[in-house]
């Protein structure tokens, strides 16, 4: 006899079939694949400008945020204090923006053949690891330069805690990337908001300036409750000795980054039904 596959509507905001996604891993590596190879096919320098990137980036910080505005890096050499928060951010904000455009980037995909949405957001995330983890290493080859000469002190206590924290930024971006995604996919200006969003958002993290240099006031609290500052801190605290990650500000972070994965993931599902009516 021959086996016939039923593809029906799921009902619920909360019927999520993750194993699906485990029979889909063929495809969500696939996915992953294709985006590390288009995405650099027809340039001259390739791969490469993954770790040129970071690198002028962070020239530029060094001169505009160290020479010109004279933000201190808690006496951290500042080619590196800034290449580590710079490749963090830059992992936060690929899976965010990579995110926020599921549906109005993939509808003609969607609209000709069914497999489980959220392989995409996924193969997202995967895509920006891998670049998250060669963009660290020109840090980390500083990391050991300046260790051994006595420049800068990990603390090792803490170095066990980084898989958490890149585990909580893929989350928090995935979260916040799929609910802007299910609303684009009705009102296109988000689209326009986004890119502007994501530098203003940057800029209240403690990324490119150490949170020690805000004085304490209003503003240094509403950096503080910023979901993404507490796991910059934990990154920049195991990496480089430096920072201030307060215990209630991180369980507050991640309370917040669990609701907001939990929405997301919820209002995708709810979404992706009839999306393709509004996209």
């Not at 294709?34 to 970071?54: D, F, M, R």
Request: aromatic share 14%.
């Amino acid at each position: 006899m021959t086996a016939h596959t039923h593809i029906t509507p799921k009902k619920g905001w909360f019927n999520w079939n993750l194993k699906e996604l485990w029979d889909y891993r063929d495809l969500i590596f696939l996915f992953t694949k294709k985006s590390l190879t288009v995405t650099y096919k027809q340039t001259i320098l390739g791969p490469l400008w993954l770790l040129l990137n970071p690198l002028i980036s962070s020239f530029v910080y060094m001169v505009v945020f160290g020479r010109i505005a004279g933000l201190g890096t808690e006496g951290v050499p500042e080619m590196l204090f800034y290449l580590t928060g710079t490749a963090a951010w830059n992992f936060f904000s690929a899976c965010f923006s990579g995110n926020s455009t599921v549906f109005t980037s993939n509808a003609n995909l969607f609209g000709k053949i069914w497999f489980p949405r959220l392989t995409v957001p996924i193969s997202t995330i995967l895509t920006a690891a891998v670049r998250f983890a060669v963009q660290l290493l020109p840090a980390l080859g500083l990391l050991i330069y300046y260790g051994a000469k006595g420049a800068v002190h990990p603390d090792w206590r803490y170095c066990l805690l980084i898989p958490l924290v890149v585990v909580q930024l893929a989350s928090l971006a995935l979260g916040c990337g799929l609910i802007v995604s299910s609303a684009t996919a009705k009102y296109r200006d988000l689209n326009v908001l986004v890119p502007v969003g994501t530098q203003l958002w940057m800029y209240a993290t403690a990324v490119v300036y150490p949170l020690s240099e805000i004085p304490a006031g209003i503003i240094r609290r509403i950096v503080l409750i910023n979901p993404v500052t507490a796991p910059m801190e934990l990154f920049r605290r195991a990496l480089l000795g430096v920072g201030t990650p307060e215990l209630r500000y991180v369980l507050f972070s991640w309370a917040l980054t669990i609701l907001i994965l939990a929405f997301g993931l919820a209002l995708f599902h709810r979404v992706e039904r009839n999306f393709l009516d509004t996209v």
